[in-house]
């Protein structure tokens, strides 16, 4: 043992306790294919196999005379054998390099090998530590990749050796390395100023600028005056921005960043350009299930609804009928300026059948068509163009409007009808049946006025009096008290021919009433007023009852 080895073996043995897994210093004085050996001042010397000696590249770092540390496995094996292990000491060596760093409070360098749960493996030195996801960046992160596998400082935030553990933070030592510059940017930062930028990180929901020192967030809506799906349509991780600040928290340390407002706003000039009714070309964005969005100008688009892509493809699904990146074009239906908010319409650029229709048909004119479909409120016929023309059912027959008359059509029926009215805003059209053949109870009360005679048939003899039918189709009704002095109701039956008067025409109710004995009353009347007439002019002794008796007997 050369004196220079036996001083660095006392020391050693004043400095360590010798017991398993401490650090002690050996002389290597013996190097063979398989094995070093050291003599570490003990009964018996160490064994080391030779790998443990060897660099990355593979070649020897040790020579005989050279002293080494290693870690002390078992003073004695049972069989006399020292075991000592220089892989052993090199981890722990690692151990309290690593422990020195933390209590200096100095930074680690490490490469991230993995992403585990909850955060991620970082590779010091041979040494595997945790790294929190919360603490990769002063941010939170979506995509990590750009830092995997490649040298980054580490701050040690916790270490505990016999646990085998260790925890670092990227996050502290950026907070660190930022105070000053967002110390400044802070003092200088205000809404309203424009300031440079990288983009740090993207989300769903926006961007995340690195002002130096301080992030922004740049919101998804003030990236551009158009819609975008994700801020990746613009922007990547790395680019370089122009941002202006829109909202500075001081107390918080949050600023809100605007991009698109660095452009002016195209909504003025196009509403200006462009009023209410006008016609324009535009680019499908997005379709829904409620229509699509179009892109009429840069940065402006508006909502094509459902309802407004078809004059009568009503319940197709609006990606039936358009499709992403497709060029259509619209018209602009309502601008709601508070809202930013354009409504379009795709079947106006074309003309409404109804319109069509109300240029080649007008009101009384007679159409035919198949019978569609049936309600219980009536009947939908086909028309030209696809139109479906309504007869309601108070409209098929003139003095019936229940439902059993519906029982009495087919569906794919041919019906003749009579257009009744065009509502081209509403886009309806309504039909008559009983119209063809004109209205029998109007025709009667046009060519009957009151006190005219009639000639009616009985169709019922009831308690109050006689139904009758005057002509088909016109009902009436001769009340018991409006019978003549002499008649009865026994006296008539079904069937019967009568004479009557008409009295008060109920169009609403499509009834006439009539009157035989209103008449007789006013025929004397009429009578006595003429025998008056005739008493005055006449003189002699003859009264007025003479006179009466007189006419009555002729």
């Known amino acids: 043992m050369s004196e220079n080895f036996a001083d660095l073996f006392e020391e050693s043995l004043q400095q360590v306790e010798m017991k398993k897994g401490a650090l002690i210093t050996g002389e290597v004085i013996g190097i063979d294919s398989e094995m070093v050996t050291i003599n570490v001042g003990l009964k018996s010397e160490g ?113 505990d050796i016999d646990r085998n553990n260790v925890v670092v933070s990227r996050r502290a030592l950026l907070d660190e390395a930022n105070k000053a510059q967002r110390e400044e940017i802070l003092a200088n930062l205000e809404e309203g100023s424009v300031v440079k930028g990288f983009v740090k990180n993207l989300t769903d929901y926006g961007a995340f600028i690195d002002l130096g020192g301080l992030d922004g967030l740049l919101h998804i809506t003030d990236i551009a005056w158009r819609r975008i799906k994700h801020p990746s349509e613009m922007l990547k991780v790395g680019q370089e921005i122009d941002v202006k600040v829109l909202k500075f928290d001081e107390e918080k340390q949050r600023v809100s960043l605007g991009h698109k407002q660095l452009q002016q706003d195209p909504w003025s000039s196009f509403v200006d350009t462009y009023p209410v009714g006008s016609r324009l070309p535009a680019t499908v964005t997005t379709v829904t299930d409620y229509g699509c969005f179009a892109r009429v100008a840069e940065g402006i688009e508006g909502l094509v609804h459902s309802s407004e892509m078809s004059w009568m493809k009503r319940n197709l699904h609006p990606s039936k009928m358009v499709h992403s990146g ?56 086909g028309l030209a163009d696809g139109i479906d023309g309504l007869v309601h059912i108070s409209d098929i027959d003139w003095n019936r409007s229940d439902e059993a008359l519906l029982a009495d059509y087919q569906k794919g029926e041919d019906i003749e009808a009579v257009i009744l009215s065009i509502d081209t805003e509403r886009e309806r059209v309504a039909l008559g049946i009983k119209q063809m053949a004109g209205d029998p109870f109007g025709d009667f009360a046009e060519a009957n006025k009151k006190g005219t ?64 004995r209103g008449h007789e009353a006013a025929a004397q009347r009429a009578q006595l007023q003429e025998l008056n007439t005739q008493s005055v002019d006449t003189a002699g002794p003859t009264t007025i009852g003479d006179l009466i008796k007189q006419q009555l007997e002729k």
């Open 47 to 159: 064994v080391v196999p030779r790998s443990q000696f060897l660099s990355a590249s593979g070649e020897l770092e040790v020579a005989v005379g050279d002293s080494v540390q290693v870690a002390l496995q078992e003073v004695e094996d049972g069989l006399g054998a020292t075991q000592v292990s220089r892989e052993r000491a090199k981890q722990l060596e690692r151990w309290q390099e690593l422990e020195k760093l933390q209590l200096a409070e100095e930074p680690v360098t490490g490469v991230i090998t993995a992403r585990v749960k909850g955060g991620f493996n970082v590779e010091l030195n041979g040494v595997r530590a945790f790294l929190p996801g919360s603490l990769i960046d002063t941010r939170p992160l979506q995509d990590t990749s750009h830092l995997e596998g490649q040298d980054l400082q580490f701050k040690i935030i916790k270490l």
């Open 326 to 381: 497709q060029e259509i074009e619209v018209m602009i239906l309502d601008v709601n300026s508070d809202k930013r908010r354009l409504s379009l319409g795709m079947k106006q650029c074309s003309e409404s059948p109804w319109v069509a229709f109300s240029k080649q048909y007008a009101e009384g004119d007679k159409v035919s068509g198949k019978l569609n479909s049936k309600t219980d409120f009536g009947l939908f016929i």
């Open 453 to 516: 005679e009639v000639t009616a048939t009985v169709t019922e003899v009831t308690s109050g009096g006689l139904a009758v039918e005057l002509v088909p189709g016109v009902p009436g009704f001769l009340k018991r008290g409006e019978m003549g002095d002499d008649q009865q109701l026994s006296d008539f039956n079904e069937g019967d021919q009568i004479t009557a008067y008409v009295g008060a025409i109920d169009k609403k109710g499509r009834s006439v009433g009539l009157s035989i």
